[in-house]
């Protein structure tokens, strides 16, 4: 395996990226939804995910929706927040919460693309002749 | 891609909290509103919030990564807008001009410090919509300066 080639040498950085910017819709919408009665905070358990798309290469295709799933296919759906302090009108977005957890998403998505962009980088400056 | 998604769902609930604070805006502006049959008096009106379901693709469907973002719903929505079922407040003003013929008026079912609040509650809403598509945004900027 050389450690040249693009698949090889960005890692797993660049699903976490698409990951942490599917969690980013997905906090956003808890977001928006703030004030909307009945809404059930969602969320998924980030690390299971990255686990499970890092191994998506054993799984088969699926062209057609009755196909059956890969053998590796973790049950990681979305999940519904455990509200600190629920509220009279059946929501349990916690703003405050929400709003850090946003932000610590977006702050590893740059921390992910920091990493990402120095193999860039690297990968550039082994193609260059000096 | 989910981070243009955030631009949607941020527009969807800023647009949701401007229909909310308009309607604070109506509600406050006729608290005095006043007249003298039931029909006719001005009733408080509440936005009535709902999930914007995401419209299903088949495309999306067919990839499981697209799956966990179509369980999402795709922002706020407004499904409409009602009017206050509260009481309405009688006063005795029998030399009001609107006065009935027994001496009453009626004074639209407005609570003051309950649209006030809300108005907070909106303008924060709002600023918070705002602040998560800044956000977004300087996300997609960066990532748009890959590899340079």
């Known amino acids: 395996m050389s450690a040249l080639g693009f698949k090889n040498s960005l890692g797993i950085h660049p699903t976490t990226m698409q990951l942490r910017a599917s969690r980013a819709e997905v906090l956003a919408n808890n977001l928006a939804n703030a004030d909307t009665p009945n809404y059930k905070a969602r969320d998924f358990d980030f690390n299971a995910m990255l686990e499970a798309e890092s191994r998506r290469s054993l799984e088969m295709n699926v062209t057609d929706e009755r196909h059956q799933r890969g053998t590796v296919n ?47 980088k690297g990968l550039k400056n082994a193609l260059s002749s000096q | 891609m989910s981070l243009t998604n955030v631009f949607n769902i941020a527009g969807t609930g800023m647009n949701a909290q401007s229909i909310r604070l308009n309607t604070t805006a109506s509600n406050l502006a006729n608290a005095q509103t006043v007249s003298s049959s039931i029909d006719e008096t001005y009733k408080a009106r509440k936005p009535w919030f709902q999930v914007l379901e995401k419209q299903w693709d088949d495309v999306d469907r067919l990839n499981r990564k697209l799956e966990i973002r179509s369980q999402v719903g795709d922002g706020v929505k407004i499904a409409g807008i009602v009017e206050s079922d509260a009481p309405l407040q009688k006063r005795y003003e029998p030399f009001h001009p609107m006065a009935d013929e027994e001496g009453y008026v009626l004074y639209p079912n407005v609570n003051v410090v309950e649209e006030m609040t809300d108005m907070i509650s909106s303008s924060r809403s709002y600023q918070m919509n705002v602040e998560m598509m800044k956000t977004a945004k300087q996300m997609l900027q960066r990532t748009l300066t890959l590899g340079q």
């Open chain 1, 74 to 120: 973790v049950d990681s759906e979305l999940m519904y927040r455990n509200p600190y302090q629920p509220s009279i009108d059946g929501n349990t977005v916690d703003t405050q919460m929400e709003q850090s957890f946003y932000t610590e998403n977006a702050l590893r998505y740059n921390a992910s693309f920091q990493f990402l962009n120095s193999k860039f």
